[in-house]
């Protein structure tokens, strides 16, 4: 994929941005994290059905799902506990990549274990969408999906591996994106953290509009 191309609408594709010590730096500070807001199952709005992935957040607002809908709300939904702060290193990743002056308040961090996929989707809980959506991957590489701003639109697909970041901003803001698949066994950066290994996304968002 040309970045260059990828740019002018808004998306960015930054492969390998993050090293190796600096995706396990995230592990070790994620591993940390999950210890007071552990991975819980989200459901679906209305019918109740369980995600296939597991969700945690950091930051002041964290994104939660559940029969009465999606939301974005400041403490985890079994612990009643606020969200650990999103660390230095994620604040550095936004600064650098996302061309907005205001800080993130939310990171969605989602786990995939082999099996779990997401859903063709947009992004639209949040009140501030001029901001982008900065989304980093960690662990066993995926099949990545993104469309248009309509469902219709034709899509692509492209792997995301360990310490690849997307940037959904501009015109690509709305863009239409899931998971199809992880590859099981593509990477060893989360072996001291998840035994059954997969994929971590990490999402960072502006929630609020303040301007
Ligand atoms: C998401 O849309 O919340 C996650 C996307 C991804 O896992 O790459
Ligand atoms: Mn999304």
């Known amino acids: 994929m040309q970045e260059s ?30 210890a007071t807001a552990p991975f819980y199952t989200p459901t679906m709005p209305r019918t109740g059905k369980p995600f296939s992935v597991r969700m945690t957040n950091l930051g002041d607002l964290g994104w939660v799902s559940d029969r009465a809908g999606y939301r974005y709300q ?38 995939y274990a082999s099996g779990a996929r997401m859903g063709l989707h947009q992004d639209a809980d949040e009140q501030e969408q001029t901001a982008p959506v900065v989304s980093i991957s960690l662990g066993d590489t995926a099949l990545f999906r993104l469309g248009g701003t309509s469902r219709r639109d034709p899509t692509r697909s492209f792997r995301l591996s360990s310490g690849d970041i997307v940037v959904l901003g501009g015109t690509a803001r709305m863009a239409f994106h899931g998971v199809d698949r992880i590859y099981p066994g593509t990477s060893t ?23």
């Open 5 to 34: 191309v990828a740019g002018r609408s808004g998306f960015g594709f930054h492969p390998g941005w993050l090293d190796r010590q600096a995706q396990e730096d995230l592990v070790a500070w994620l591993h940390g994290a999950v």
């Open 189 to 211: 950066v989360l072996d001291g953290w998840l035994p059954e290994g997969g994929r971590i996304n990490l999402t960072l968002r502006r929630v609020t509009r303040t301007r």
């Open 74 to 111: 400041s403490t985890h939904p079994e612990t009643g506990r606020g969200w650990p702060r999103i660390p230095a290193s994620l604040m550095e990743v936004w600064r650098a990549l996302a061309g907005y002056p205001d800080a993130p308040e939310a990171c969605l961090v989602n786990h």
